[in-house]
C-alpha cells in the first residue's frame, strides 16, 4: 500500500519562504513522477510542478521563478520550497504521486495524495 | 495553458438518479489524457476516471468517462449517499497540467 506523509511550517509571514517535504512508503520511487498540488481555502486545484527521480522537473509557469522541488532518492522524499510568499499562497498543499510513463506513454495519472499541509500567510 | 470549463458549477440530485457531468477544454487534451477526482471535505482528491474512461482500481462500476478532444463526461449511473462531493477533472497530457474549477454535486 503506497502512503504519502509530508510535513513543514504550517504559519508564515510574508516574504519568507515555504518549505515542505514528502515521505513515501511503499510501492516504487523511481518510476514515478512526484508532484506538489495546492487548494485555496474553498477554491479549486492549482498544479505547482513536478519531478522524477532522475531530476527532471516541470513546473507551472504561473510559480515557476519561486518554485523549486528537489527529490532525496535515498529517502524516498521530495520537497517543495516557494519562495517570497504572500497572502495569495495560502492554501492547502499536498504531495502526490504522479504519472508513471512506459515508452512515453502515461499509464496512470497522480492517484496517491499525501494528508495535506494548510500553509497560511499572515503578517 | 489548457483551461478546463466544468458544469453546471452545483448539480442537485436524489440518491437513485442518474449524474452528467461536463468538462470541456480550451485544446484538445493529448491522447485523451483526462482524469476525473472525487473530493469530500477536508479530504484529498480521490481518483475515479483515467485516460478518459478508464476506472481506477476499486472503483464501482456506476462511475464511467467519456469523451475525447475537448469534451469529456463523468456519468454516476445511480448516485449513492456517499457520492455527493466536488468533482474535478483534470488534464495530464499537457505541462502545465490543469484541473477544472469543480462541480459540487449536492443532495436535492
Known sequence: QVQLQQWGAGLLKPSETLSLTCAVYGGSFSGYYWNWIRQPPGKGLEWIGE????????????????????????????????????????????????????????????????????????? | ESVLTQSPGTLSLSPGERATLSCRASQSVTSRYLAWYQQKSGQAPRLLIHGASNRATGIPDRFSGSGSGTDFTLTISRLEPEDFAVYYCHQYGSSPYTFGQGTELEIK
Open chain 1, 51 to 123: 519531478m522524477n527521480h532522475s531530476g527532471s522537473a516541470n513546473y507551472n509557469p504561473s510559480l515557476k521563478s519561486r518554485v523549486t522541488i528537489s527529490i532525496d532518492t535515498s529517502k524516498n522524499q521530495f520537497s517543495l520550497k516557494l519562495s517570497s510568499v504572500t497572502a495569495a499562497d495560502t492554501a492547502v498543499y499536498y504531495c502526490a504521486r504522479g504519472k508513471w510513463m512506459v515508452r512515453g506513454v502515461i499509464i496512470s495519472p497522480i492517484d496517491y495524495w499525501g494528508q495535506g499541509t494548510l500553509v497560511t500567510v499572515s503578517s
